[in-house]
């Protein structure tokens, strides 16, 4: 099992950059492939990015934040990052990563991540 926290949420104005985190516990974080999705209370939580379980492999992105937005690890730490610039208010939500013990190939809907953080919220200002 794996458990899940993010930080580094907070709010920025418009065009600046913020850089989340999120740290696993347990042993068998680097056979996971790991994800961020966002969502706003009321809608569906949203893909953003997902990297395979070795860092550097693979990686894919929202059409929204390509360019954006970068994902990466490091399985030494037990540690995901999304580093995001060119922020826009729309961008505004709470952020969450997640794990995936199917690594065949990299997912985009929710219901296919096995464990999730409570989340992080990210508010960008106009």
């Known amino acids: 099992q794996v458990q899940l926290v993010e930080s580094g949420g907070g709010l920025v104005q418009a065009g600046g950059s913020l850089r989340l985190s999120c740290v696993a516990s347990?042993?068998?974080?680097?056979?996971?492939?790991l994800g961020w999705f966002r969502q706003t209370p009321g809608k569906e939580r949203e893909f953003v990015a997902a990297?395979?379980?070795?860092?550097?492999?693979?990686?894919m992105y929202a059409d929204s934040v390509k360019g954006r937005f970068r994902i990466s690890r490091d399985n030494a730490k037990n540690m995901v990052f999304l580093q995001m610039t060119s922020l826009k208010p729309e961008d505004t939500d709470v952020y969450y990563c997640?794990?995936?013990?199917?690594?065949?190939?990299?997912?985009?809907?929710?219901?296919?991540?096995?464990?999730w953080g409570p989340g992080t919220q990210v508010t960008v200002s106009s």
């Open positions: 347990g042993r068998t974080f680097s056979t996971y492939n």
């Open positions: 997640a794990a995936d013990h199917n690594v065949f190939r990299l997912h985009s809907r929710p219901d296919e991540y096995d464990y």
């Open positions: 990297i395979t379980k070795a860092s550097g492999v693979s990686d």
